[in-house]
């Protein structure tokens, strides 16, 4: 395995920042924005600057002429939607009911729904007896975070319960995205990303006017939340993303998943002044430990 090397380091550690800290955007951006427009916005303005990116340096678009290329823009769809278009709407649906630090508690069950999907659509992906443990003490996690006896209890109705479960929903969207890209063609994952985000631009911005229509000017910290949302996560880390994939390999691009909900609840805390139940960081904590076993024989392999 190569050695990631300090810089790559110092970039995770930065999209550990940049991703925790927007579900704070997201809190400031709802102020003025409604949740469909937040994450059409940022998407679109994702897309202009990522695909102006991408031409710079020359990696341009897939191709519509090859079979390769149109192969490649229907693998595109499916992390548009599955990536952007439906987990950025749902999170900033969901953020409109619970804390945004609870939202980002939510981000760390990605790679645990990552591990039963691996096992059957990726080849040599396979669940081993500890990866399998691993997922079923994240899972554990899960359930508490989700709290099904509070669920049941008011028969699915109240609309936190909804939120939540809606959180949810979107780490499992992420996971069905991320082996949607691991199952891609190959080529430039900075091209991919383009295409990607064209398409969800393209399928979310007229489902929110026609939803919200056209939002009213809004106030400063929702412009600035909305306008960071779309340079920063949606942009500038794709960007960073590519370039740590590149040198340092997949494997160590998700140990990110350990820092963003940290980075969430840290956030959510000191500038939203937000108070988690204990049995949300004990659901974090058992997230992190299933997730631990599950990776065992990499950290492993890494010492």
């Known amino acids: 395995m190569q050695n990631p090397g300090l810089k790559n380091w110092l970039l995770l550690i930065l999209l550990g920042l940049i991703w925790g800290g927007s579900f704070l955007a997201v809190s400031y951006a709802l102020e003025g924005f409604g949740p469909i427009t937040i994450a ?21 678009l897939p191709s519509f002429v090859t079979a390769e290329g149109r192969r490649t823009w229907v693998f595109a769809l499916g992390m548009a939607l ?14 409109q009911h619970v804390s945004s630090g609870y939202a980002g508690i939510t981000m760390a069950v990605v790679p645990l729904f990552v591990l039963p999907l691996s096992h059957y659509l990726v080849p040599g992906h396979r669940l081993t007896p500890v ?22 209890q008011s028969g699915g109705s109240d ?20 082996i949607i890209t691991r199952l891609s063609p190959q080529g430039p994952l900075l091209a991919f990303s383009s295409a ?74 000191v500038f939203l002044g937000e108070s988690l139940p204990a049995s949300f960081l004990w659901a974090l ?14 950290a492993r392999f890494r010492l």
């Open 40 to 60: 059409a916005v940022r998407i679109a303005i994702g897309a202009v600057i990522v695909t102006a990116a991408s031409i710079l340096l020359g990696h341009g």
């Open 82 to 95: 599955f990536t952007n278009a439906i987990p950025f709407s749902l999170l900033s649906w969901a953020q």
């Open 131 to 152: 990866k399998t443990f691993g997922f079923f003490v994240g899972f554990a996690g899960v359930v508490i975070l989700i709290g099904p006896a509070q669920i049941l």
């Open 159 to 178: 609309i936190e319960n909804v939120a939540r479960l809606a959180a949810v929903g979107a780490s499992a969207c992420y996971a069905i995205g991320s």
């Open 196 to 269: 990607a985000l064209i398409l969800a631009s393209v399928i979310l911005l007229p489902v929110a006017l026609v939803a919200e229509g056209m939002p009213a000017m809004p106030e400063p910290r929702a412009l600035l939340g909305l306008l960071y949302l779309g340079v920063v996560p949606t942009a500038l880390a794709t960007v960073i993303l590519v370039f740590v994939i590149k040198s340092a390999g997949p494997a160590f691009m998700s140990l990110v998943n350990y820092q963003v909900p940290v980075w969430a609840v840290i956030f959510g805390m």
């Open 285 to 298: 904590g058992l997230i992190l430990v299933g997730l631990a076993i599950s990776q065992a024989r990499l």
